[in-house]
């Protein structure tokens, strides 16, 4: 609370030059993009199922996991460790508690996501390992995301799906996190403290967008996901990653059925001609 109140003087005084400023500036055109996305529309519009919400869950759990094991690994690196928040932000244990509301006990094994959530989290672990300040970018893009249009996306949630209580919707609460927007002011001075090269600013800016992108694929993936793959096989499925093969199989069987009865149909009649003509 104490460190929230300090920050709001130094928020006060952003400059152009603040990471904070560009960075919100640089993800402008594609953030209203990954607002476009059929699956943030199906949210905006009141009507978030249960399939996609918990097939979102699955792919979150994957990410966060990833994302907060690098930054734990990483949290004394000088560029990390100013926005190093895990009691106020950590997801992980949130998402747990939501999967196992919504999947049972077991949900370890039956949780399944597209190939581009193993694609976002393959590029966290290179980042946490090659050059661990761009974290900087996929902390942002996801925590302040969470604490920002995320609060709205909740209440909505619980009422398209019809939730009683707030019960597999831990994701969006931050119980540490007293007041979202001054915590949000804290947390872009901190980034603004990360001291950064020319070349490290216009690598962050550029891995910013990245991180938008690869929501926006995940998100893609999952409605895709939603199309081709039954919501009964989605609760069952203990395969850890469903590969687009799968996706196309899964597109291509009713035709591919198609042609076989087809071919079963001719295979029949030209039988039938034969046996006709042999007996003539
Ligand atoms: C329907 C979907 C979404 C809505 C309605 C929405 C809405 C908003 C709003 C209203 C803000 C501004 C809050 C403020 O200025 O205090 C915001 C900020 C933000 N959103 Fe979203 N958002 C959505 C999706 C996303 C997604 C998918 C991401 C990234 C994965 C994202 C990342 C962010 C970030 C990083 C900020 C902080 C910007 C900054 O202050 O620098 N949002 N969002």
Redesign the pocket.
């Known amino acids: 609370m104490e460190q929230e109140k300090k920050s709001q003087t130094t928020a006060e005084q952003m400059t152009d030059r603040d990471l ?1 400023e560009q ?2 500036k640089v ?1 402008m055109e594609i ?1 209203t993009r ?2 476009k996305t059929e699956l ?1 529309m199906s ?2 519009r009141g009507q978030v199922t249960l399939a996609q919400y918990k097939l979102l869950l699955c792919s979150l759990y994957e990410v966060y996991q990833t994302l907060e094991e690098e930054m734990d690994r990483n949290s004394n690196h000088p560029g990390v460790a100013p926005i190093y928040f895990p009691t106020e932000l950590a997801r992980l244990d949130a998402i747990a508690k939501d999967l196992e509301y919504f999947y049972g006990r077991d949900w370890r094994e039956k949780i399944v996501v597209p190939a581009a959530t193993k694609r976002y989290c393959h590029r966290l672990r290179q980042i946490g390992k090659e050059n661990p300040v761009f974290l900087v970018a996929h902390a ?3 925590y ?2 969470d604490l ?2 995320g609060q ?2 909740g209440r909505i949630a619980q009422k398209s799906m019809g939730l009683k209580s707030s019960e597999g919707l831990s994701f969006f609460a931050f119980p540490g996190v007293s007041n979202p ?1 001054l915590f ?1 002011q804290l947390y872009r001075s901190r980034m603004n403290s990360v001291e950064l090269t020319e070349e490290e600013r216009n690598g962050m800016l550029e891995e910013a967008v990245r991180a ?1 992108e690869l ?1 926006i694929q995940v998100f893609d993936d999952l409605q895709k996901m939603l199309l081709t793959v039954p919501e009964q096989k989605l609760q069952t499925c203990s395969t850890q990653s469903v590969n687009t093969l799968q996706i196309l199989i899964g597109k291509t069987a009713p035709l591919f059925r198609m042609v076989m009865g087809l071919f079963v149909a001719l295979a029949t009649v030209s039988i039938g001609l034969y046996a006709f003509r042999e007996d003539a």
């Open positions: 904070s960075i919100k993800t953030h990954a607002e943030m949210f905006m942002y893009t996801r302040l995301g920002s249009g709205v996306l927007t949000k938008f929501n």
